[in-house]
């Protein structure tokens, strides 16, 4: 198993719903990370765990509240968004050393809407 | 802090033929990785190729290979015998490791991107 799986594909929500996104990997890799991309643009970093510990966190509004229950799985859980929020997310794994060689292997994102 | 830039928003090529990417980057650093990723309109973002600084030899993985000048602080990506597949966006992106205590706080840093189309 080398992918990287994300829920759901597609999400519309409003600006008073909670919502949550999920990302999950079976390749053994111990940091996961999510990424919130706009049309055209490259990938901008929102948080990083590592051995399931928050170690970045890229000075993301509080309505994004990301959480990892295991080394397999994170969520990223979603209140009172904007529609400026509105974006594709993605999410990325990598393994660490001396087996990882820095890569990290991404999913194929969910695309929010906020309305 | 490193920037990386990618000079050419859109490039097209005809199916079969070479094409070649740049890709700049800026960095005081003297270990560190280079890659690039590819994001067809599916969206996923795909790894294509990484490269080691400390290693002269330019990467190649199957039609894709790299030309690393890294005194020019230059990482251009060839594709040989194009394809419609290949139509994507693609992304140049530098990484700076860290020490091996602190893994998971290493961050790429991305260039703009090229849109590359493919024409049959």
């Known amino acids: 198993d080398t992918e990287v799986t994300q829920t759901p594909k597609h999400l519309v929500m409003g600006m008073t719903n909670k919502k949550s996104l999920k990302c999950e990997q079976h390749?053994?890799?111990?940091?996961m990370y999510w990424y919130k991309q706009k049309a055209k643009k490259p990938p901008e970093l929102m948080f990083v765990y590592s051995y399931e510990k928050l170690s970045i966190n890229e000075s993301v509004p509080s309505r994004f509240s990301p959480e990892c229950p295991n080394s397999s799985l994170l969520n990223l859980h979603l209140h009172a968004l904007q529609p400026e929020d509105s974006a594709l997310y993605l999410c990325a794994s990598s393994q660490d050393r001396p087996l990882g060689r820095y890569e990290q292997y991404f999913g194929p994102g969910t695309r929010l809407t906020v309305t | 802090a490193q920037t990386v830039t990618q000079s050419q928003p859109e490039m097209s090529v005809q199916e079969a033929e070479t094409v070649t990417l740049s890709c700049t980057y800026d960095t005081s650093e003297n270990n560190y990785y280079l890659f690039w990723y590819k994001q067809p309109p599916s969206r996923q973002m795909i790894l294509v190729i990484r490269q080691e600084a400390y290693k002269q030899q330019n990467a190649t993985e199957n039609r894709f290979s790299v030309n690393f000048q890294k005194a020019a602080k230059s990482f251009s990506l060839k594709i040989s015998d194009s394809q419609l597949g290949d139509t994507a966006m693609y992304f140049c992106?530098?990484?700076?490791?860290?020490?091996?205590?602190?893994?998971?706080?290493?961050?790429?840093?991305f260039g703009t991107g090229t849109r590359l189309t493919i024409i049959p």
């Open positions: 390749m053994g890799h111990r940091a």
């Open positions: 992106a530098f990484m700076k490791p860290g020490l091996i205590s602190n893994f998971g706080n290493e961050k790429l840093t």
